[in-house]
C-alpha cells in the first residue's frame, strides 16, 4: 500500500505521507513496524506545532502610558526553534530589555514576541533581529523606546549531535539599539541587569 493510500483520510495528508516515505526509504527502519505506524501522523502534527509562526497571527503589542524611565528587563525566556539548514532544534533562553519612551508594554508580550518568531525554520541571527525589530515597531507608538537590546544564548542540535559534535557549546547573539547601542555606560547597565556579563 503506498503513503498516499494510507493517509488519505487525513486533514493535511501529503506531510503524514512524506514523513512515512521518509521511514520507508531509509535502510534498516521501514514504517510498518509498530511502534512507528502511527509516527508519520504524530509527526506531521508536531511539524505544524512547531512551524506554527508561519500561520500564527504575530502578538498584538499592546502599550500603555507610564512614567517609568529606567530600564525593564524581562528574563530569561526559554525558546526553542528549528535550525533552518539541517531542521534539527536550537533550544536556549532570551533576555529582552527596554528602556521606555512614553509607553510600556505589557510583560507577557516579550516571551510570545520571543515564541512566535521561534516557531519558524531559523537562524539564531535572523531570530534575534526579529524579536528586536518588531519589538522596536509595537514600542514606537509615541516617542518610541529610548534603548532595546535582545540577546539569545542557545545550543545548537545540528552542532551538539552531528557535525563537530560539541555538545553544551552555546551561541550568543545579540542586537543593540537606541542607547544601549551608543552610550557605554547604558550598555553596561543593561547587560549587567540581564546577567549576561561575563
Known amino acids: 500500500m503506498s503513503a498516499e ?8 495528508n501529503r506531510l503524514a505521507a512524506a514523513y512515512f516515505q521518509l521511514l ?3 535502510e534498516g527502519i521501514g514504517a510498518e513496524r509498530d511502534g512507528l505506524k502511527d509516527t508519520p501522523r504524530r509527526a506531521s502534527v508536531a511539524w505544524r506545532a512547531l512551524t506554527r509562526g508561519y500561520h500564527e497571527a504575530p502578538p498584538v503589542l499592546t502599550t500603555f ?3 517609568h524611565d529606567e530600564v525593564v528587563v524581562v528574563a530569561p525566556i ?15 533562553q532570551a533576555y529582552v530589555a527596554y528602556l521606555p519612551g512614553e509607553r510600556i508594554l505589557g510583560l507577557s508580550k516579550f516571551a510570545r514576541v520571543v515564541h512566535h518568531f521561534a516557531a519558524r525554520l531559523q537562524v539564531q541571527e ?9 519589538l ?5 507608538n509615541g516617542e518610541g523606546p529610548k534603548g532595546l537590546a535582545v ?5 545548537h542540535l545540528c552542532m551538539s549531535m552531528r557535525g563537530a559534535q560539541v555538545p553544551g557549546a552555546i551561541t550568543t547573539t ?3 539599539r537606541g542607547a544601549f547601542r551608543d552610550k557605554g555606560e547604558a550598555r553596561a547597565e543593561v547587560l549587567g541587569l540581564m546577567g549576561v556579563t561575563g
Do not use: N
Open 136 to 140: 522596536e515597531e509595537g514600542l514606537s
Open 5 to 12: 493510500e494510507v493517509f488519505a483520510p487525513l486533514p493535511g
Open 174 to 176: 545579540s542586537v543593540m
Open 151 to 155: 540577546i539569545l544564548k542557545a545550543e
Open 24 to 26: 520507508e526509504d531509509a
Open 126 to 134: 535572523r531570530l534575534t533581529t526579529e524579536v528586536a525589530d518588531f
Open 78 to 92: 526559554p525558546f526553542y526553534s528549528l535550525c533552518e539548514h539541517h531542521l534539527l532544534p536550537f533550544h536556549g
Open 65 to 67: 502610558e507610564a512614567e
